[in-house]
């Protein structure tokens, strides 16, 4: 059984969780249709460290997951708003 650790309800099994896609800048309003596109449709996938948005379901609780894609290892879990606050700093 594989465990990730949710920020607020601690070690789960990960069959608690729903996968939610790569954490990337979303386009602006307006963007150009190719540029939204190229967020909708191309991931990174190169076999490296990515931040992943999940969400442990019985909770419906959204947090972010440093995940190594070629080993399939839960670096880290942290708070959505920890990420959001380091987007914000200048």
Same mark, same amino acid.
Not at 43 to 54: A, I, L, M, S, Y
């Given at each position: 059984m594989k465990i990730m650790t949710c920020p607020l309800n601690g070690p789960r099994n990960i069959s608690e969780f729903s996968y939610g896609g790569e954490v990337r %800048? @979303?386009? @602006?309003p307006g963007a150009d249709p190719a540029v939204v596109a190229d967020y909708l449709f191309h991931?990174?996938?190169?076999?490296?460290?990515? @931040?992943?948005?999940?969400c442990h379901v019985p909770?419906?609780?959204w947090f972010i997951?440093? @995940?190594?894609? %070629?080993?399939?290892q839960i670096l880290r879990t942290y708070p959505a708003a920890e990420y959001l606050d380091q987007e914000a700093q200048p």
């Open positions: %800048a @979303r386009p @602006r991931k990174t996938n190169q076999p490296d460290v990515v @931040r992943e948005w999940w909770t419906s609780y997951a440093e @995940r190594h894609l %070629a080993t399939d």
